[in-house]
């Protein structure tokens, strides 16, 4: 068990609709990043807060939300959602966001149909 | 932007050999070179990192190399065992963590 805990572990929905992913990072862990992996790809940076700020973004579409709130758990919003954005979400928890071993969750299986 | 590329995408190697995965990135801030490994429908997990002011790091049978004027840096696995196959991913990082795509490693009995 990383220490990290992401919400819910699968999810299934249709076109069109919106989600919330959830990660509470581990105790004491500052920086939270979010990962996207399709089927047989490698893990897609989409964004990284630190300390409720965000602090450094990828390749994430303006469909795709995310925030930290001040207890430091992040929320992950995917609205308009299309058969592509199927994928695993994973969140990682980092203590400073930098130089530092970044620790994964179990991820988040989205689905859409 | 900020890239890594790894190779090879896959990887099969007689078990008790030893088996080699190679990245470069793009960003010469880059400071921290994290490895993880990521068995199947589980999470990425890492096996060894190296920071930019050091060359070698060794741990049991794993070793990186890092090559800072060059931007290359290496995974090096050694008397490979079953328990090896999964996925290994290299990633650059100064701020965000920029992986690769990975690479498959096999290994045969």
């Known amino acids: 068990d990383s220490g990290v805990t992401q919400t819910p572990k699968h999810l299934i929905t249709a076109t069109g609709q919106r989600v919330t992913l959830r990660c509470s990072p581990r105790s004491g862990d500052l920086s939270v990043y979010w990962y996207q992996q399709s089927l047989d790809q490698g893990l897609q940076f989409l964004i990284q807060y630190y300390n409720g700020e965000e602090r450094a973004k990828g390749n994430i579409l303006e469909r795709f939300s995310a925030q930290q709130f001040p207890d430091l758990h992040s929320e992950l919003n995917l609205s308009s959602l299309e058969l592509g954005d199927s994928a695993l979400y994973f969140c990682a928890s980092s203590a400073t966001g930098e130089d530092t071993e970044a620790f994964f969750g179990q991820g988040t299986r989205l689905t859409v149909v | 932007g900020e890239n890594v590329e790894q190779h090879p995408s896959t990887l099969s190697v007689q078990e008790g050999d030893s088996a080699v995965i190679k990245c470069t990135y793009s960003?010469?801030?880059?400071?921290?070179f994290p490895w993880y490994k990521q068995e199947l429908g589980k999470r990425p997990q890492l096996i060894i990192d190296i920071r930019s002011n050091v060359g070698e790091k060794k741990d049991q049978r794993i070793a990186v190399t890092l090559n800072k004027t060059a931007k290359h840096f290496s995974l090096h696995i050694t008397e490979t065992q079953p328990e090896d196959s999964a996925v290994y991913f290299c990633?650059?990082?100064?701020?965000?963590?920029?992986f690769g795509k990975g690479t498959r490693l096999h290994i045969l009995p």
């Open positions: 960003d010469s801030a880059s400071n921290y």
């Open positions: 990633a650059a990082s100064r701020v965000k963590i920029i």
